[in-house]
């Protein structure tokens, strides 16, 4: 049987029209379209091993047989995503329930019975737990900073009323009252920014999308700041600043003026731990932010004759001072050139003060407390603010020394900035009795 003739071999292509040809489909047959891949299939879909178009509430083929759909993950969430937030449940109520048990081994025999009663009555353990680590809290709040002062320094802590809730879950309404309260103490307040009664009003109306000088991140940067004075300090400050951090980036750098004051709060809350780098990070953050937002230009478009806009100047003048304030204090410390100038903008001071009556007060005690607050915080922020002046300008005199120490140009410069201290000095002493009067505030200035 004679074998067939061999085929005959064709020339190879050039190479740039194989390529061409791999990369371009035959003419009249278009490339099927690509098949949306889904994040997460529903329960029953994993179950079949059948595919799922993850719509929800149902799915496309539970639809379809007319079954439940049911979905372990979020939308958007993938199952590595939905196991890790799981696990992190999990690992949260198992460290609940051994705070619950070791509560019940240590606590006297008497508080171990009311665990065991609550308990009973209660259908949930974590919540049990829950006001467990809230009854911890409150020696803090019972007896606070101004049961241990003198009747001088009680008198300045003020007593406010605010919810905890949508701001922060860490804490309940009594500890978050009490510590908002020791933050606006003129004895305690570390960032003379905010203006308190803005703030107050902001966090009584519950409302975060409204609010124009409160947010959950500005509330849980100023809870943090009372807690060092706790003895037990350091976990709930790493509670309130985790939460705090865990917004901020959820924010994605979103400029507003409740985030500008917070992150300094950080800045500071961050240094008085020991970590330098990161709250310097925080500052230099909080000053570019304040810087696009433009404060100055913003209050000069406002009118006083306007009641709302003079609100907001109020509110805008307590930040750029207070901001300025805080800034003296910060590059003495570091001993380099000031990064903030004074505002040119009028002082807090210098507008109407707050009304008497205030929402956030039970009664006319608290009331006369609170005015009496307020007008030393008001004298103390203007203190602070002519003596960061006297800083700034001894800052800048030896950042822009030309002349030679102890020339004639160094003597007349060194002399106007001692006669400012004195004056300073003098106007205070007989305004506050700054040499006779003990109080924390007045200590503070001096």
């Known amino acids: 049987m004679d074998k067939p003739p061999p085929r005959p071999l064709l020339p190879a292509p050039p190479q740039s029209e194989s390529r061409a040809a791999l990369r371009t489909p035959p003419t009249g047959t278009p490339l099927p379209p690509r098949r ?3 994040i997460a299939a529903c329960e029953l879909c994993r179950e079949k091993k059948a595919k799922c178009d993850s719509r929800r509430p149902s799915c496309g083929r539970c639809l379809s047989n007319g079954v439940p759909c049911n979905y372990t993950t979020k939308i958007n969430e993938t199952l590595t995503q939905a196991d890790k937030r799981e696990k992190a449940q999990y690992k949260k109520e198992r460290d609940d329930l051994l705070h619950l048990l070791v509560s019940i081994r240590d606590k006297p025999e008497r508080e171990a019975e009311n665990i065991f009663a609550r308990l009973r009555v209660f259908n949930d353990p974590f919540e049990v737990c829950q006001s467990l680590k809230d009854a911890e809290l409150m020696p803090f709040v019972s007896s606070g900073p101004a049961d241990l002062l003198s009747p001088t320094d009680a008198n300045e802590v003020i007593n406010l009323h605010v919810p905890a809730r949508p701001w922060t879950t860490l804490v309940n309404d009594a500890v978050v009252s009490r510590l908002v309260s020791r933050f606006f103490s003129p004895c305690a307040q570390l960032l003379p920014a905010i203006d308190r009664d803005v703030f107050v009003a902001d966090m009584q109306a519950k409302n975060p999308t409204t609010s124009k000088l409160c947010s959950p991140l500005l509330v849980n940067a100023v809870c943090a700041v009372p807690c060092f004075e706790l003895a037990s300090s350091t976990s709930l400050v790493e509670l309130f600043l985790s939460q705090a951090k865990s917004i901020l980036e959820r924010e994605h750098g979103r400029p507003s003026l409740p985030t500008a004051l917070a992150l300094y709060l950080l800045y500071l809350i961050t240094t008085l731990l020991g970590r330098d780098r990161a709250g310097l990070h925080f500052r230099r953050m909080s000053l570019d932010m304040l810087e696009y937002l433009d404060l100055e230009s913003t209050m000069k478009r406002l009118r006083d004759d306007i009641p709302a806009q003079a609100l907001e100047r109020r509110v805008l003048s307590k930040v750029l001072w ?69 800083q700034y300008n001894i800052a800048m005199h030896e950042a822009e020394q030309v002349t030679g120490v102890f020339s004639g140009e160094d003597i007349v410069a060194r002399q106007s900035i001692l006669l400012k201290w004195r004056e300073l000095r003098d106007w205070f002493s007989n305004q506050l009795q700054g040499d006779t009067n003990s109080s924390l505030s007045s200590c503070y200035v001096r």
């Open 36 to 38: 949306s891949a889904a």
């Open 322 to 390: 207070g901001v300025f304030v805080a800034e003296s204090r910060t590059f003495l410390i570091y001993n380099r050139p000031p990064l903030v100038r004074p505002p040119t903008v009028p002082r807090p001071l210098q507008f109407d003060a707050p009304s008497q009556t205030s929402p956030d007060v039970d009664d006319a005690a608290d009331e006369a407390v609170t005015h009496t607050s307020q007008e030393m915080d008001r004298t103390s922020t203007d203190v602070l603010c002519s003596l960061a002046e006297i």
